[in-house]
């Protein structure tokens, strides 16, 4: 009977949500988490299909999870799962494999499986069949066809959440002291480059009753940093009927629930309204971190890639949040290598992020997806030009993030504490930790993960040093 399960997450924030609701309907299933895929019985992949790399290591890990446990039920879902289900349920060891539109049934399909386990006749030679070209040919593989559960991602009209216990319990198992709670889900945007739409469907929102209730049990369940995800957060509440903007439920969140701090994983420059930066800088519980897709500072590229914005704009919402809220984290995508792109878009691209206030970058080379408008383009950037605009992105993403650090220096912090903990070169012991801006710092000692601490902040070199000046209850 299978009774154990391991589970790995590709992607982003908002496919982390949907596997900590995954894990919740396991352990209601009465499954038990293992410390690694050799050791379960059922194996969950939870992919993304952003890039062609994204792809590559989903396909990479299922080869790896049959090789190291051959006798392991592989499910993998997620949003290759709803691009290409053919592609997934071709490889060895897959079982089933589910769409996102079908994530909900993920319980009721291993539950099922764990019914009929006792029931499964016996294995006979017939059973196999050769899967070279030729009859006879090695290897065998059992001759059962994986179940392949996917539907119009565009009929979902709600957004898959577990409950918060079960988040918050899933965020433990993960290593992981703050957890998730995505709000929303799907995309209405259509930039050219971009499959998720088509694997997300429409947008659509949580109610805040629903968000209200689910953070008080997260913070009953003792979490104490709550990160808000989505796949366009900034258009949350824009279908609900009344509209409910963002703003209006994080004001919500701060005076109606216990939740000690809450971070945004990323919003669109758009979004990045007076109003949300004024809440941010009054409330004193909100991260003053802003991850704010950029994609590219050459309007030229802005519009091929079917942004809604031009640079301009996004200096003047970037500028805004550092004039409002100094010390604030700001994060941005940047993609290198869109068709059409030239050493001009490119050198325009790396002069604005220099002039910006950014504290580090996430650099993407462009993709091609299957689908989307991009993938028809011509203009192809060859790959040694992208390698190299990429590196020079990295390189000032490095500066930017060092800058940062260094302006840190000697400041005082409110940091949460981490499951990260290790030994210096002195033989100091040291905690992981994470402050409202963003900041990764070792503190010195061995604490507890998920309680509060001052610190005083040390840049030193790629790492910021912390030095315990109180503990916060």
Known sequence: MMSTYWLENFGCRATQADAAAIEGQLAA??????????????????????????????????RRVHRENPGARILATGCYAQRAPEELAALPGVAWVVGNSYQRQIGALVGEAQENAGKMPAVRNEDFVPLGALAGAAPMALARTPKILTGDIFEADEVLVTSAVGAAGAAAGAGRTRPLLKIQDGCNNRCTYCVIPFVRGRSRSLPPGRVIEEMCALAEAGAREVVLSGINLGAYGRDLMPRVPLGDLLAKLVEDTPIERLRLSSIEPMDVTLDLV????????????????????????????????????????????????PGAAIGADVICGFPGETEEDHRRTLEFVERLPFSYLHVFSYSSRPGTRAAALAEEVGPAAIRGRARELRKVSEEKAAAFRAVQDGSRHRVLTLERTGIDADGGAWTGALSGNYLHVRVSGCWPSNCWLEVRLTANGPQMRGEVADLVA
């Not at 009465?30 to 396909?59: E, W």
């Not at 309007?299 to 640079?311: F, I, N, P, Q, T």
């Open 29 to 62: 299933g009465g499954l038990v988490r293992v410390r690694a895929a050799s050791d379960a019985d059922v194996v969950v992949l939870n992919t993304c299909t952003v890039t062609a790399a994204a792809d590559a290591q989903a396909r990479e890990a299922i």
């Open 278 to 325: 004024d809440l941010v800088a009054r409330s004193g519980r909100i991260a003053p971190h802003f991850h704010v897709p950029l994609q590219s500072g050459s309007d030229r590229m802005l519009a091929a890639m079917h942004r809604w914005y031009r640079a301009a704009h996004y200096a003047e919402r970037i500028l805004r949040v550092t004039e409002r809220l």
